[in-house]
């Protein structure tokens, strides 16, 4: 089912964004190095924090957005954190992939927030966004995260 959905992306001229777990990461690598068409892996692909960035599961993560269809969206802090807010433990994270593949970040709140159904742990949006700035301190940074890479990406989609 999933190389039929691969095709009809190709054929459509679309790019598939998937939500998975870290730990499938590396079982799943060989056949995402392999896929035709722009993948865009959501939220940090749930890496944990707790784990940090050697880990293997974030080293597969960084090998995949080595490769020119690869793609990251920078959503999600508040999912992954295992500290909360101000979401320190997904910072570095966040530099690194801008590191490896600044031409292939994207950035979201993640508004609405779905499958957050008690209030009391909705996260605060302008906090994300106050984030942005500190994943990409330089403004010419955030531009390309937040303009000019998803131009690129969507341009003739």
């Known amino acids: 089912l999933f190389q039929r959905v691969v095709e009809w992306a190709h054929k459509l001229g679309w790019?598939?964004?998937?939500?998975?777990?870290?730990?499938?990461?590396p079982k799943l690598a060989p056949e995402l190095e392999r896929i035709p068409v722009p993948v865009m892996i959501d939220h940090f692909a749930r890496v944990?924090?707790?784990?940090?960035i050697g880990h293997s599961n974030f080293r597969t993560l960084l090998d995949?957005?080595?490769?020119?269809?690869?793609?990251?969206?920078?959503t999600g802090a508040d999912r992954i954190t295992r500290v909360g807010p101000p979401y320190d433990d997904v910072v570095p994270f966040a530099h690194a992939l801008i590191a490896?593949?600044?031409?292939?970040?994207?950035?979201?709140?993640?508004w609405p927030h779905s499958g957050i159904?008690?209030?009391?742990?909705?996260?605060?949006?302008?906090?994300?966004?106050?984030?942005?700035?500190?994943?990409?301190?330089?403004?010419?940074?955030?531009?390309?995260?937040?303009?000019?890479n998803p131009a690129r990406l969507f341009a003739d989609r």
């Open 15 to 25: 790019c598939l964004e998937l939500h998975m777990a870290a730990d499938d990461l």
């Open 48 to 52: 944990d924090p707790a784990q940090g």
């Open 64 to 74: 995949l957005v080595r490769l020119p269809h690869v793609w990251v969206k920078l």
């Open 100 to 110: 490896t593949a600044p031409d292939r970040m994207l950035w979201g709140t993640d």
């Open 117 to 148: 159904f008690d209030a009391r742990r909705m996260p605060n949006d302008g906090a994300l966004l106050n984030l942005l700035a500190r994943f990409a301190p330089e403004q010419a940074m955030r531009r390309r995260i937040l303009v000019d």
